[in-house]
């Protein structure tokens, strides 16, 4: 398997993550949709590829949820999507679409319990209202 970091570490800098040391975390590790959890790194399958980042290169993994509206055949309503988003170096780097909330929920639980130290709160809407309001 070939991995793609989400991440652009500068040139010259420790590069400790081998294909070989990445294919092994990312066999033992638990898979939740297209988000696999190992004990060191987050991966996560899109498409084709495989991404990667560490716990320690992220300032954030959190849940978003969107609400779609939907026409169905006997009417209309409003769907609740779930995204895993992570946040690096000041700058949204993926969202992911997780399969459900009982997914989202089993997945941010495991994180947690992986990955005590990393930051899983969303960050503030304060600052996108504020935008919208001016």
């Keep these: 398997?070939?991995?793609?970091?989400?991440?652009?570490?500068?040139?010259?800098?420790?590069?400790t993550e081998t294909n070989e040391s990445l294919t092994e975390l990312y066999k033992s590790g638990h898979a939740i949709g297209n988000v696999t959890i190992s004990r060191s790194h987050l991966f996560v399958k899109k498409g084709m590829r495989r991404y990667y980042i560490a716990y320690g290169d992220a300032?954030?993994?959190?849940?978003?949820?969107?609400?779609?509206?939907?026409?169905?055949?006997?009417?209309?309503?409003?769907i609740e999507v779930e995204y895993l988003v992570v946040l690096s170096e000041g700058r949204e780097l993926t969202e992911i679409t997780l399969p459900d909330k009982k997914a989202a929920k089993m997945l941010f639980t495991e994180l947690k319990q992986t990955a005590p130290d990393l930051d899983t709160t969303a960050p503030a809407r304060l600052a996108e209202e504020e935008e919208e309001a001016s």
């Design 1 to 15: 398997m070939k991995f793609t970091p989400l991440i652009d570490k500068p040139a010259g800098g420790p590069d």
């Design 59 to 78: 300032e954030k993994i959190f849940r978003r949820v969107r609400r779609l509206h939907a026409n169905i055949c006997c009417g209309d309503g409003d």
